[in-house]
């Protein structure tokens, strides 16, 4: 009789130990998953910050970019009523150097165009690329 009581209660024992366990993991488990909780949060926020400045940057480098656009353009416009002012005049000397201008002018022009062409597909593709990451953020 004294036998299985002894047995009974080692059971018993190990019953308890295995219930112990386990609630020892689960509360293992739960800290665990808080833990990744606020690491998710904090990676969100810290993509939130970084989307913000590319966005505040690509807003920055459009404006540079419409500036040089108007730039480039008034220039245009000065060699275009140069042009027009010195034709009426009728002194081809002057038009020999306006047309030698021009053309260094022109080829000036081309190589800010390609520039501005060349910096708005950047802006663009990284603009792209920056909404396609806000997008997959939310």
């Known amino acids: 009789m004294v036998d299985q009581n002894r047995e009974f209660d080692v059971n018993e024992d ?3 130990n295995k219930e112990y366990d ?6 293992s488990l739960e800290r665990e998953n808080h833990l990744l909780k606020m690491r998710v949060e904090e990676l969100e926020a810290t993509h939130r ?18 500036e040089l656009d108007s730039h480039s353009k008034s220039q245009k416009d000065l060699q275009s009523m140069t042009k027009d ?3 009426d005049s009728g002194v081809n000397e002057l038009l020999r ?5 021009e053309a260094t002018h022109r080829l000036e022009l081309e190589a800010k165009e390609g520039e501005i ?8 593709e ?5 909404k396609s990451q806000k997008d997959f953020s939310k």
Not at 22 to 27: A, C, M
Not at 117 to 124: A, D, F, I, N, V
Not at 126 to 130: G, N, P, V
């Open 14 to 16: 190990i019953d308890l």
């Open 22 to 27: 386990l609630i020892e993991k689960i509360d």
């Open 49 to 66: 910050i970084e989307l913000e400045a590319k966005e505040r940057e690509i807003e920055h480098r459009k404006k540079m970019l419409e």
């Open 85 to 87: 002012k010195l034709a």
């Open 97 to 101: 150097k306006i047309d030698m201008l």
């Open 117 to 124: 062409s060349g910096l708005k597909r950047q802006l663009e």
């Open 126 to 130: 990284q603009e792209s690329q920056w």
